[in-house]
């Protein structure tokens, strides 16, 4: 019993943090239907500012967590304004622009490469690693981070959407750009927004899951695969499902990992991937078009 209530926890944390990957996703695929693939790139950004600041120079947690965020949006940023956005103003194919994220990606691994040697830096459980007890339940305070974390950026990123102006224009924008254009909307400065909250939700997942894996410049990919399958099998295109699909995610690669076999977690990721675009290509939570 108490393997199960740890497995299930571990996979619930691991989950959606692959869940707030591919909600990162939805934030820029809503606005521009662009898959933007330097999302671990910054996710990376997010964990390696969280090991050179917080556990080597021992900045505030306030402030690290602020750099967290802000790094990674000056970041995105960049691959917005010089790579991804004159595409999309001339209205090229979302393949080139997928493509030229891929490039950011490279540009921002390199960097980190070359000032690590591209060498796994050490992270440590920023929160503490003595558990917390409620009967029968254990659990981490890292992973009690993670989860009211993720709450936090879930409701955050619902408000933003149904409850305030730019939120009502990303949703415009995503609807239909030329309507949304004769309305009055900016889509430029919309499309920058919506990298910005995809970059912020980016980098506290990778600060948040650097401390559990094998952190490195190179720690993107992973990242980004198993936040986009999140997206697949959730129901692309719909920003929470992002995160119910990494739940699930989640909780079979634990249980497959604890009572099976510790190798065959991974591969039963792409086998999910498989099974959903077979069966039930518009995910879990998506409806067919």
Not at 183 to 197: H, S, Y
Request: with cysteine; aromatic share 10%.
């Amino acid at each position: 019993m108490e393997l199960f209530i740890v497995t299930t926890i571990a996979g619930l944390c691991t989950g959606i943090l692959y869940g707030l990957v591919g909600l990162s996703f939805m934030a820029v695929y809503n606005v521009s239907k662009v898959i933007n693939f330097s999302q671990g790139a910054l996710s990376m950004m997010g964990g390696f500012v969280g090991y050179l600041l917080v556990f080597n120079e021992k900045v505030p947690l306030s402030l690290g967590i602020l750099l967290v965020i802000t790094v990674p949006i000056i970041c995105a940023l960049g691959i917005n304004y010089f790579l991804a956005e004159p595409l999309v103003r001339r209205n090229v194919p979302a393949v080139t622009v997928m493509l030229a994220t891929l490039g950011g990606t490279l540009v921002l691994e390199g960097a980190i490469g070359l000032y690590t040697r591209f060498s796994w830096f050490k992270t440590s459980f920023v929160f503490g690693m003595s558990p917390l007890t409620w009967g029968l339940v254990r659990i981490s305070p890292q992973y009690l981070a993670i989860l009211i974390a993720t709450a936090v950026l879930c409701i955050g990123y619902w408000v933003l959407l149904n409850r305030t102006k730019i939120g009502l224009g990303i949703r415009a924008t995503g609807t239909d750009t030329h309507m949304a254009a004769l309305v009055g909307i900016k889509l430029t400065k919309t499309r920058m927004v919506a990298w910005c909250i995809s970059a912020a939700i980016s980098g506290v997942a990778g600060f948040l899951i650097a401390p559990l894996m094998l952190s490195s410049a190179l720690m993107g990919l992973p990242v980004v695969v198993n936040g986009f399958i999140a997206a697949i099998i959730g129901g692309f295109g719909k920003p929470m499902a992002a995160v119910v699909g990494g739940i699930v995610l989640g909780l079979l690669m634990q249980f497959f990992t604890g009572y099976i076999s510790a190798g065959f977690g991974e591969i039963l990721v792409f086998i999910s991937l498989i099974f959903v675009l077979a069966f039930r290509p518009q995910g879990i939570m998506g409806v067919v078009e």
